[in-house]
Each structure stands twice: as structure tokens, then as C-alpha cells.
């Protein structure tokens, strides 16, 4: 059998790795905590289940959808107004997602061809990555380091890259690294994007999950954004429904409308019933959001400042639902001590290689279980004593 070349850019998933570790230690009877995957265990709310179930009960639903639904549009555009102050043409600039991995993946498809160079951050969500390499386009990764905040340096990147780029993708909160950008980062990606004529994807996926009393925001919200770029959101994390896969690509109107065809050749669009949990999810009681940030908020304090009782010295993230975390010093490799981390201590994190070059010396924890099962990872980690030099 012969198989595409495309297929040698990658390799097997870090998560299908670790997945296996975890079912071999489950099958021994082993105890497993696992931080490595960012699988909401928040259930969606009362009234955006009902809306799911009722929708799911009509036997008329079971069409093909083809298309997003008016209501949904309206229902996009009425979020991203009250929500961002982001005024959206419902017709023309709004198109679903069968999540925001699927978009991610597929988007290049419209923008890039074979040997285009894309401007990627580094480290980065795997899919930002992966996307562009289906394409066939080249890579340009845009270090976030440490000492800028895990944030963007748009004059390092040198001139004739730029020159070349045809699209940029950035996303802030940030995963893995956590990190926000100050309003003057967006107002110079714009103008950056503007001068060397690239166009901005910018995904917002965590703009609900911000901690300390700050408050995230949408990128279109800048002077200038939508005439170069678009944004992506979910509705995974914020109304907890990843499962469902659903979210939207929003703003430029030529990027979107693009997408729109490409997608109109790949899938059926979203299930009815699952549009109809999105409206009542954007459009119902906003309470949900609040209990949901303080519900991770929580969470972060109790794995951080547990293992900072532990000495691993970890700096509480300002967003998202992760932790980035440097490993011990006497670890030289993120996987090695991911592994180790699994063996003698039952817990699943995800070494930090796994999302680019500059994820080397970290590792990424999820916080997706609840208080006590993140007390009994802390305990786990004490016991194992991994952190100890001696060891």
C-alpha cells in the first residue's frame, strides 16, 4: 500500500501516548490521576441540556442541516455585542465550527498553498501547528518566552520572514503557557499585519476563564482588526461543551466566507439540536460562566499552591484552565520527567515538548478534576518523591 507524504510531518499524538500509559496502568489496577488532557468535567448547565434534549426529541431534526441556522447567527452576533462590544454581520461574517479543533485544521486549506510560510507561536496548541502542515505550508515559529511574558515579540521577527507570511496565528490566553497580551501587543499585531499584508487568526477560546478580577476581551474589539483578520471561539470550556463540538469563526468577511465554501465541501454543517444548545447557551442565564471561572480559579490555587508546599516552585496562572509549569531542575527532558511523574506517581501531565521547541523544560497540567482528586495528586507527588534531587 502507498500512503500520502503529508502523513511523515507527524507523528502519534503525545495524548494517544499518554492515553495508553493510563488504560495499561487502569488494566494492572494501578491509581491514575490524570492533568494531562484539557477535558472539562464541568457539566453544561440545566436549561442548555434541556434545550440539547428537546431539540434531539424532534424526529425533523434529523436532517442534514447544511447550513448554520438564522437563529444561531442572530444568537453569535447578540453574544459577541453584549459580551465583546464586537459588532458582527450575522449573514457575512459569522460561520460555525464543528469545534474549534476542526476550524484549526481546516482553515489553512483556505488561505495557504504548498510552500506558503505561516507564522506560528512557539510553543503552541498542537492543532495551530498541524493545521498549516496539511496545507503543505513552511513554518515560522514565534517564540513566547519567559522574559516577555510568554507573549509575542513581533520585532524579532525578521523582515524577509515577515515579507513572505500569508497568515499568523496567535492566541491569547494563552495555551500551554497561560499568558494574556496587553492591548498595545494587539494594536501592533495589526499594524504589523497590515504592513506585511497577513492575515490574523486569533483564538479566543479561554477569553471566559480569567482570574484575580481581570477580565479578558476579544481581539476585533481593536481599531482595525476585523479588515485583517478573525477570531476563534468555543463554547467547550465556558458552558462545558467540548463534547459537543462547537464553535465559530467570526469577522473578516472574505476569510470567513472562504471557509464557509471550503466547509460546504467537507461536512453537513452542525447538528440541529447542537445548534440549539449553542443559542442557549450564548443567549441564556450568564450566571454559569462566573461559576465556571471560579470554579478553575479554585482549582489553580489548590494545585499550585500545594506543590509550592511540595518546593516545586510554580507560578499561579493568570487564565485558562492549565498550569505551566518548570520541571525540577535535576530533569533534563519535560518527557522524561512526564514519565517518571506517571510511574512512580500515578499522575498524568503533559510534557511540554509536545507543544513545540520552546516547550522543552515544562510541562502543562489540566485542571479538570475536582479539589479532592487534586489534593490526592499533590499527596501522590510527595510520596513519590520525585522532586527530590536524591532521587
Not at 477570531?231 to 472562504?258: D, M, Q, W
Request: glycine share 8%.
Amino acid at each position: 500500500m502507498q500512503f500520502a507524504k503529508r502523513m511523515d510531518r507527524f507523528g502519534e499524538g503525545i495524548f494517544t501516548k499518554l492515553l495508553d500509559i493510563k488504560r495499561i496502568r487502569l488494566e494492572n489496577g494501578e491509581p491514575v490521576i490524570d492533568l494531562s488532557v484539557g477535558t472539562p468535567n464541568i457539566p453544561p448547565a440545566k436549561h442548555i441540556i434541556e434545550a440539547l434534549c428537546t431539540a434531539a426529541a424532534d424526529e425533523k431534526n434529523y436532517v442534514y442541516a447544511i447550513n448554520d441556522q438564522n437563529e444561531l447567527l442572530e444568537a453569535v452576533s447578540y453574544w459577541y455585542k453584549e459580551r465583546y462590544e464586537v459588532e458582527l454581520d450575522p449573514k457575512t461574517e459569522i460561520c460555525s465550527l464543528l469545534g474549534s479543533q476542526e476550524g484549526l485544521a481546516h482553515i489553512s486549506l483556505s488561505i495557504v498553498d504548498e510552500g506558503d510560510v505561516v507564522l506560528v507561536p512557539d510553543p503552541c496548541y498542537p492543532v495551530f501547528a498541524d493545521g498549516p502542515l496539511i496545507a503543505g505550508a513552511k513554518l515560522h515559529y514565534l517564540p513566547q518566552k519567559k522574559e516577555n511574558g510568554y507573549v509575542i515579540d513581533l520585532q524579532d521577527i525578521p523582515d524577509n520572514v515577515a515579507k513572505q507570511a500569508k497568515l499568523m496565528i496567535v492566541s491569547y490566553p494563552n495555551n500551554p503557557t497561560t499568558a494574556m497580551a496587553s492591548d498595545s501587543f494587539y494594536i501592533d499585531l495589526i499594524a504589523f499585519a497590515r504592513k506585511y499584508d497577513i492575515i490574523v487568526l486569533h483564538d479566543n477560546a479561554y477569553s471566559e476563564l480569567v482570574f484575580d478580577g481581570k477580565r479578558g476581551g476579544s481581539f476585533l474589539s481593536f481599531p482595525g482588526a476585523r479588515e485583517v483578520g478573525v477570531e476563534f471561539n468555543s463554547l467547550s470550556k465556558t458552558y462545558g461543551l467540548a463534547g459537543a463540538r462547537i464553535g465559530f469563526c467570526v469577522g473578516n468577511e472574505e476569510v470567513v466566507s472562504r471557509l464557509k465554501v471550503l466547509k460546504s465541501n467537507m461536512d453537513y454543517g452542525m447538528f440541529v439540536p447542537i445548534q440549539q444548545a449553542a443559542i442557549a447557551a450564548i443567549t441564556g442565564d450568564q450566571h454559569v460562566v462566573e461559576t465556571t471561572r471560579k470554579a478553575y480559579e479554585h482549582r489553580r490555587n489548590v494545585l499550585c499552591d500545594g506543590l509550592n508546599a511540595l518546593g516545586w516552585k510554580i507560578e499561579k496562572p493568570e487564565a485558562t484552565m492549565f498550569v505551566w509549569a518548570m520541571i525540577p531542575p535535576h530533569y533534563k527532558k519535560s518527557e522524561d520527567f512526564a514519565m517518571d511523574m506517571v510511574k512512580r506517581a500515578g499522575v498524568i501531565v503533559t510534557p511540554g515538548s509536545a507543544f513545540g521547541p520552546s516547550g522543552e523544560g515544562y510541562v502543562r497540567m489540566a485542571l479538570v478534576q475536582d479539589e479532592e482528586v487534586l489534593k490526592q495528586a499533590i499527596d501522590a507527588v510527595r510520596r513519590s518523591g520525585i522532586l527530590n534531587v536524591q532521587d
